[in-house]
C-alpha cells in the first residue's frame, strides 16, 4: 500500500511559532490573530479527514468481530494436542518465556536505534555485530525506563533479574488477567484488570487506559480517539495467550481477540490472533516457520496483515541477514509508522527464517534488524523457544535473570521464573480442562 505523500506539517508549525517569536521582538501587532487562524484552519481540515469514507470493500475483508474473522479464516489445525502434555509443556513454556525475556531485554535499550547507530556502538565497545551476548555497556546507564531499571541493568555487566518492560508486563499482566476471571474472560474483564493494575501506558494502550477511566465502555475503548488502533501494542500481548492453550491455536487466538479488542481494531487484532496462535503451535512443533503457516490459519485470508505475513514468507529465502530484511521492509512498507504491527511482523519472521532454531542467531537478526525490536526479538524469542525448549536456550542468555522479573504492575513489581512456569501451567491445565 503507497502512501500519500505527507507535507511536513510538524516543521510548518514549528516555523510558525519561531517567525512568530521573531515578530513579537520586533513589535509586530496582531500574532494572535494569526495563530486563531491557523489553529481553525488545522481543525477544519482534521474535521474533514474524519469525515472521509473508508473502503467498504476492504473493511469487509478486514472485519473486527470474532464471528466474521473467523469465517474468513483458512482452513487449518484449530487444536494440535488431544491433551495437556505436562511433561512436554513444562520445558517449552519455560524455552518459550526465557527467550521473550532475553529478545526483549536485549533490544530495549536500543529499540528504534538505526543499524548504523548499533553497530557503531558495538565497535565502541568492542562487542560483535549483531550482538551474540547482551551489551556491555549501554549508553545513558543512569536514566529509568519505565521509573523503575536503570538502562545499565540491561547490560551484562549490572543484570541481575529480567529488568521492566510493556513487552514484559503484559505477558505477566495476561497470567493475572486470566487467573481472576478465567481463560473465557471476557473485553470488560480485560478492562478491570487494566484499570487495577496498568498505572501508565503507551500509544493505543494509552488512549485506551484515558477511555477506562473515562467510563468509556470496554468495547468503545478501542476505536475512541485512537490513530494508533493498528500498531503493535496488542501483538507484544499475544504470549500469554499461546503460553496458556499450547497446542490449541484457535483457542489461543480466541483469548487474543478478547485482549485486543480492548485497543484495538483490523491489524492490530489480528497481528495479536496471528502471534498467539504461532506461539500456541509451536508447542507441538520443531519449526518455527511451520508455527508461523499455522498462525496464518486464524485471521482472515484477504487481510493487509496475512498477505504482508505471505510476502516475508515468499521473500525469506532471498534474506541473508538484517541489513537485506530491513531493506526489503522499507522498500515494502514505505511510508509506513515504526510502531506497525505490519513491517515489524515481517521483521520477526524474517530473523525466524534466518535463524531457524538457533536461538541466538534468531534474536541477534531481528534485534540488529531495528524499528520496534525489543517487541520484535521478544516475539521471535518466544516463538523459538517453545519450539525448542530450555535445551535450545544457551545458558548465557538466561542465567543473569536469577530467576526473577521485575514489573511496573501496581502491586506486582516481582515475580519468580520457578513461580510463573507453575501459574501459567495451572492456567494452561484449566485451559484443556
Given amino acids: 500500500m503507497a502512501y500519500p505523500r505527507r507535507p511536513d506539517l510538524n516543521k510548518l508549525v514549528s516555523s510558525l511559532w519561531e517567525h512568530s517569536q521573531l515578530k513579537h521582538e520586533h513589535g509586530a501587532k496582531g500574532i494572535e490573530k494569526v495563530y486563531r487562524k491557523a489553529e481553525k484552519a488545522l481543525r477544519s481540515a482534521f474535521k474533514d479527514l474524519q469525515k472521509l469514507p473508508i473502503d467498504k470493500k476492504l473493511a469487509a475483508a ?8 473467523k469465517a474468513l479464516r483458512p482452513k487449518g489445525p484449530r487444536k ?17 518465556m526465557l527467550g521473550r525475556f532475553a529478545g526483549c531485554t536485549l533490544g530495549a535499550p536500543v529499540e528504534f536505534w538505526s543499524i548504523d547507530r548499533m553497530q557503531e556502538w558495538a565497535q565502541e565497545i568492542g562487542q560483535p555485530f549483531p550482538p551474540v551476548g547482551y551489551w556491555r555497556r549501554i549508553t545513558n546507564p543512569h536514566q529509568l525506563r519505565y521509573e523503575m531499571s536503570r538502562r545499565d541493568a540491561y547490560t551484562s555487566e549490572k543484570m541481575d533479574g529480567v529488568p521492566v518492560d510493556d513487552d514484559i508486563a503484559y505477558t505477566l499482566l ?19 484488570s487494566w484499570l487495577k493494575y496498568l498505572p501508565y501506558a503507551c500509544s493505543a494502550e494509552r ?28 501483538d507484544i500481548r499475544s504470549d ?22 480492548l485497543s484495538h481494531r483490523r491489524q492490530g487484532i489480528y497481528g495479536a490472533m496471528f502471534f498467539s496462535a504461532a506461539i500456541a503451535a509451536g508447542f507441538a512443533l520443531s519449526d518455527p516457520m511451520q508455527a508461523i503457516e499455522i498462525g496464518l490459519t486464524e485471521i482472515p485470508r484477504q487481510c493487509a496483515l496475512a498477505k504482508a505475513v505471505k510476502w516475508a514468507m515468499k521473500t525469506a529465502p532471498k534474506i541473508s541477514d538484517h541489513r537485506v530484511a530491513r531493506a526489503a521492509v522499507d522498500k515494502r512498507f514505505a511510508g509506513m509508522g515504526g510502531v506497525h504491527t505490519i513491517n515489524n511482523a515481517c ?13 541466538t542467531r534468531v534474536i541477534s537478526e531481528v534485534v540488529a534488524m531495528g524499528l520496534d525490536n525489543d517487541c520484535t526479538a521478544a516475539t521471535a524469542g518466544s516463538l523459538v523457544g517453545a519450539c525448542v525448549g530450555l535445551k535450545g536456550i544457551p545458558e548465557h542468555w538466561y542465567k543473569p535473570f536469577n530467576n526473577t522479573v521485575y514489573s511496573y504492575l501496581i502491586g506486582q513489581e516481582r515475580f519468580k521464573i520457578d513461580d510463573l512456569v507453575r501459574r501459567f501451567s495451572t492456567q494452561a491445565k484449566r485451559v484443556y480442562a
Fill in 62 to 69: 478486514e472485519p473486527n468481530g470474532l464471528k466474521a474473522i
Fill in 80 to 96: 494440535m494436542w488431544e491433551r495437556f502434555d505436562a511433561e512436554t509443556y513444562a520445558d517449552r513454556l519455560r524455552g518459550a
Fill in 240 to 261: 500469554p495467550w499461546g503460553y496458556m492453550a499450547p497446542g490449541w491455536p484457535a483457542f489461543a487466538a480466541d483469548m487474543a481477540y478478547r485482549d485486543a479488542y
Fill in 207 to 234: 488512549v485506551t487506559l484515558k477511555n477506562l477511566k473515562k467510563k468509556v465502555p470496554a468495547r468503545k475503548c478501542g476505536e475512541k480517539d485512537n490513530p494508533f488502533r493498528e500498531w503493535i501494542g496488542a
Fill in 347 to 359: 521483521l520477526t519472521i524474517f530473523g525466524l527464517a534466518i535463524g531457524g532454531t538457533d536461538f
Fill in 174 to 192: 495476561g497470567l493475572l488477567t486470566v487467573e481472576e476471571f478465567g481463560p473465557k474472560f471476557t473485553t470488560d474483564d480485560n478492562g478491570r
